[in-house]
């Protein structure tokens, strides 16, 4: 099942997130999509598209969302 899972950007002067909807793997592990809209010269993800990440709950502006925040690496 596919679900939007949000991405921190990196060296954006403050905290900002970009929703990627992903491939769910498990209720906490997902793998980014993305691949058709990153765009390195314009952003930077602090994980990349096709990244397998681990996920937590988190308010974002009143809404739970799910957010990426460490990398899975499947054994």
Do not use: C, H
């Amino acid at each position: 099942m596919e679900k939007v899972i949000y991405v921190q950007l990196l060296d954006e002067g403050t905290v900002v997130y970009r929703p990627v909807l992903s491939l769910e793997l498990s209720p906490t592990v997902y793998k980014l999509g993305g691949a058709l809209t990153y765009d390195p010269k314009n952003e930077k993800w602090e994980f990349l598209p096709g990244t397998t990440v681990q996920v937590e709950e988190k308010y974002l502006e009143g809404n739970k969302v799910l957010i990426a925040f460490k990398r899975f690496d499947m054994v």
